[in-house]
């Protein structure tokens, strides 16, 4: 697709339900990345993939927090057992493999937690 | 680490008239990335305009400029001839040239035009 898809837009969940949360990105961009944005806040950084290989996921809040991309493309971001702290909107963003260009950000999904 | 501050929460503007949105930065880093993003109630985060830290010249695309003073370490967002359009959250950004490209963001300004 032309840009960074995102699914679904709106999640409601209630307390202690697993979610799943799907990125597509730009075909061909290697590098992709996943955000958390708690209301009227920045964006924080939550984990990197190059490929399908995880390289940085220091930035997941806690081990109920999971992300994947196993064929290098789609990714899934799992949250286990969610809580209200959970609610916020997750950012996808991918970028090629070019260090000058920047990276293309989703339009998100907004979860929430009851 | 990295961090990014945005000391205006919110900030208004006569439609027409010129607005500067204000960043400072912490890095031990020499080379880096510097962003302004725009984030409308849309969600979606586009880029306004960025500036590598090697270059002294200030970017800058049609109405909006940047004031980069690297020894300050601030970077400021100048938007000209402001448009009802230009409402949103503006988010100043960091992004070191090391490693991968992970984007470290202020906690943004909410700008308002007034008609």
């Known amino acids: 697709g032309a840009g960074v898809s995102q699914s679904p837009r709106y999640k409601v969940a209630k307390r202690g339900q697993d979610v799943a949360l799907r990125c597509d990105p730009i075909?061909?961009?290697?590098?992709l990345f996943w955000y958390q944005q708690a209301l009227g806040q920045g964006p924080e950084f939550l984990t990197y993939?190059?490929?399908?290989?995880?390289?940085?996921k220091s930035g997941l809040p806690s081990d109920r927090f999971f992300a994947e991309r196993p064929e290098g493309s789609v990714s899934t971001l799992k949250i286990q057992r969610t809580q209200q702290e959970d609610s916020a909107v997750y950012l996808c963003?991918?970028?090629?493999?070019?260090?000058?260009?920047?990276?293309?950000f989703g339009d998100g999904t907004r979860l929430s937690i009851l | 680490a990295q961090t990014v501050t945005q000391s205006q929460p919110e900030m208004s503007v006569q439609e027409a008239e010129t607005v500067t949105l204000s960043c400072t930065y912490d890095?031990?880093?020499?080379?880096?990335?510097l962003f302004w993003y725009k984030q409308p109630p849309s969600r979606q985060m586009i880029l306004v305009i960025r500036q590598e830290a090697y270059k002294q010249q200030n970017a800058t695309e049609n109405r909006f400029s940047v004031n980069f003073q690297k020894a300050a370490k601030s970077f400021s967002l100048k938007i000209s001839d402001s448009q009802l359009g230009d409402a949103a959250m503006y988010f100043c950004a960091y992004r070191s040239q090391t490693s991968y490209d992970k984007v470290i963001f202020g906690p943004g300004t909410s700008l308002s035009v007034i008609p």
């Open positions: 075909s061909g961009h290697v590098s």
């Open positions: 993939f190059q490929n399908e290989a995880q390289l940085d």
């Open positions: 890095t031990s880093e020499s080379d880096y990335y």
């Open positions: 963003a991918s970028s090629s493999r070019d260090h000058n260009q920047p990276q293309h």
